[in-house]
């Protein structure tokens, strides 16, 4: 993966974030306008969602390079989805992280949107 899909991943994260916790009627009018790096991102994240997952098991599962999947999970992170990393697994945390809540909520105040 170059490092321009990084970037857009990171970009992205926060309305793939949105996109996961629409109704499934919703996802399902909308999964046509996704891009195909979109859905392995979306399709990850789904799976760390589920429980602590190793890399290797998902480049396997999803045929990535490991490399590949790492990155994804990071530029996820990076973008403010809330993933724990530990003994080479990631887990994504559901919910909003805390911090992040209240960093998002200010920014909306400050902007005129509340």
């Known amino acids: 993966m ?3 899909t990084a970037e857009k991943i990171t ?3 926060k309305s793939i974030d949105y996109f ?3 109704p499934e009627k919703d996802k399902k009018q909308l999964d046509p ?3 195909r790096t979109a859905k392995r991102a979306i399709d990850i994240l789904e799976a ?3 429980g602590q997952r190793s890399y290797q098991s998902l480049a396997n599962e999803m045929s990535l390079s490991v490399n ?3 990155q994804i999970v990071y530029a996820l992170s990076f973008g403010g989805i809330s993933i724990d990393f530990s003994d080479g697994k990631a887990r994504a945390i559901v919910g909003r992280h805390p911090k992040l ?3 998002y909520m200010s920014a909306g105040k400050s902007q005129g949107n509340s």
Do not use: P
Request: proline fraction near 0%.
């Open 11 to 13: 970009n992205m994260a």
């Open 20 to 22: 996961r916790r629409l």
């Open 101 to 103: 809540l209240r960093r």
């Open 2 to 4: 170059n490092e321009s």
């Open 33 to 35: 306008l996704l891009d």
């Open 68 to 70: 590949t999947v790492k």
């Open 48 to 50: 760390i969602e589920n």
